[in-house]
Structure formats: structure tokens, C-alpha cells
Nanobody
Framework: QVQLVESGGGLVQPGGSLRLSCAAS????????MGWYRQAPGKQRELVAD???????NYVDSVKGRFTISRDNARNTMFLQMNSLKPEDTAVYYC????????????WGQGTQVTVSS
């Protein structure tokens, strides 16, 4: 099973930027659809953005134009560049890998806290 480790979270003022990273173990990173999800206190986990193995991207409406998802298959790493951050972006952000390598893969990282506050 693939293991995922997020980094890059922290405290930032409204309007600021952060870059999250997700490092994956294993040999099959390039075939997974990789995604960033977030969960704010008292709310359900939601998809923020994902990127397929072919490079197609998808964003939730609330982050379009502010966040950019990318992947570096040579480094088994996915990124989320977050600009113009708002207090409502405050949440724990989770990395996810989905795919099928013989068996179905649906793996999660441990999460990284993003807090947007003045």
C-alpha cells in the first residue's frame, strides 16, 4: 500500500500563500489520481483539487483561480500552491492517492493543518 506524507501547512495571514507537498512511497505514483482534500471543524471532508495520471486537473469552485495543483512523477510528489488565502480555507488538508495496481488503492496521508488568521 502506498504511504503518503504531507508537509507545508502552518499559520498564514489572510491574503498570504502556502505550498503544500505530498510525498508518496512506492513505484506506481505516476498511475494514481492524486488529490487534496480538506476538513474544517464540524464539516465534512471535501475534495479541494485533484490531478489525474494524464495531468488533467479539477478544482472545487471556492478555490478556482487561487489554488494550483501539480505533480512531479520523477519525485513521487504532489503539490498544492495556495494563494490569496482566506479564513474559510482553514482546515486540515489531506493527501489522497486513488488507482488500481492489481488491487484497488485508496490511500490517505495523516493531514497537515492550515490556519488562515490575522
Amino acid at each position: 500500500q502506498v504511504q503518503l506524507v504531507e508537509s507545508g501547512g502552518g499559520l498564514v495571514q489572510p491574503g498570504g500563500s502556502l505550498r503544500l507537498s505530498c510525498a508518496a512511497s512506492g513505484r506506481f505514483f505516476s498511475v494514481y489520481t492524486m488529490g487534496w482534500y480538506r476538513q474544517a471543524p464540524g464539516k465534512q471532508r471535501e475534495l479541494v483539487a485533484d490531478v489525474t495520471s494524464g495531468g488533467s486537473t479539477n478544482y472545487v469552485d471556492s478555490v478556482k483561480g487561487r489554488f494550483t495543483i501539480s505533480r512531479d512523477n520523477a519525485r513521487n510528489t504532489m503539490f498544492l500552491q495556495m494563494n490569496s488565502l482566506k479564513p474559510e480555507d482553514t482546515a486540515v488538508y489531506y493527501c489522497n492517492a486513488k488507482g488500481r495496481i492489481g488491487v484497488r488503492v485508496d490511500a490517505w496521508g495523516q493531514g497537515t493543518q492550515v490556519t488562515v488568521s490575522s
